[in-house]
């Protein structure tokens, strides 16, 4: 595949993945280039892209070569069917032959009947057991592809999903980190400010959180954000 396009820009991040330099950017132009290898390397291709779960559990289309690609898949997400989900939901690759003779997706050879397409070709991105969507290709011409396309998208899938995946998984960390560093953050401003109840009110600790949390309920207001005021001074408490 080295003689591939684009396959010497994915090796590089493949290596700032493997070295722990991968940014969502990273993932995001590693995706695309192996989008141009799959439609250049998958013959009869007109434009190939990955179908994915975002963050707010929503489908959504990445690493598109061809906006024929996007209309494609946002017929599939609104009515709830065609190859590329059936891919990613039975696990292996789907072959349309011809779309105005398939019958499996009805609705959406009715939608795509006006569009530039005949042919389909999806494949699943799994990594480690986890369904990440599904890759594919189009082709304008009816039995465009055959089981050697079917090996051509399988083993690029395959890498798209170790970086899809690697790109979530830092992701999630950071957003943990994120989160953790906040929850260390309110406890100890929360801490901070019973200190400051005990001292001006003579009370004890559990009297002063009871306090502050009268205060947040009274006041609509969350614990941490209570605590902050009375250790800035502007709380009568």
């Known amino acids: 595949m080295d003689n591939l396009p684009l396959a010497n820009e994915f090796a590089a991040l493949t290596g700032q993945m493997a070295g722990g330099f991968l940014t969502e950017e990273n993932a995001s132009k590693a995706v695309q280039s192996l989008a141009y290898v799959l439609k250049d390397s998958v013959p009869n291709s007109a434009g190939a892209g990955a179908s994915l779960i975002n963050a707010r559990g929503r489908r959504e289309s990445a690493g598109a070569t061809d906006p024929v690609v996007l209309q494609a898949d946002k017929l599939q997400y609104e009515l709830g069917q065609g190859p590329c989900l059936s891919a990613w939901a039975e696990q292996r690759a789907i072959i349309v032959g011809d779309t105005r003779q398939e019958t499996r997706w009805p609705e959406w050879t009715a939608a795509v009947a006006d569009l530039p397409l005949r042919s389909v070709l999806s494949a699943p991105l799994t990594t480690e057991g986890r369904r990440i969507g599904a890759f594919k290709v189009y082709s304008p011409l009816p039995q465009a592809f055959d089981e050697h396309s079917v090996f051509l998208i399988e083993r690029l899938a395959a890498p798209a999903a170790i970086v ?26 929360i801490s901070r400010a019973e200190g400051v109840l005990i001292e001006r009110m003579n009370i004890t600790s559990r009297e002063a959180f009871t306090v502050m949390l009268s205060a947040s309920r009274e006041e609509h207001k969350p614990l941490h954000a209570v605590a902050r005021e009375i250790v800035s001074g502007t709380t009568n408490q």
Not at 168 to 174: L, V
Not at 177 to 182: A, H, K, R
């Open 164 to 189: 899809l995946g690697n790109a979530r998984d830092r992701k999630a960390m950071q957003r943990l980190s994120s989160q953790l560093v906040e929850a260390l953050a309110n406890r100890d401003m």
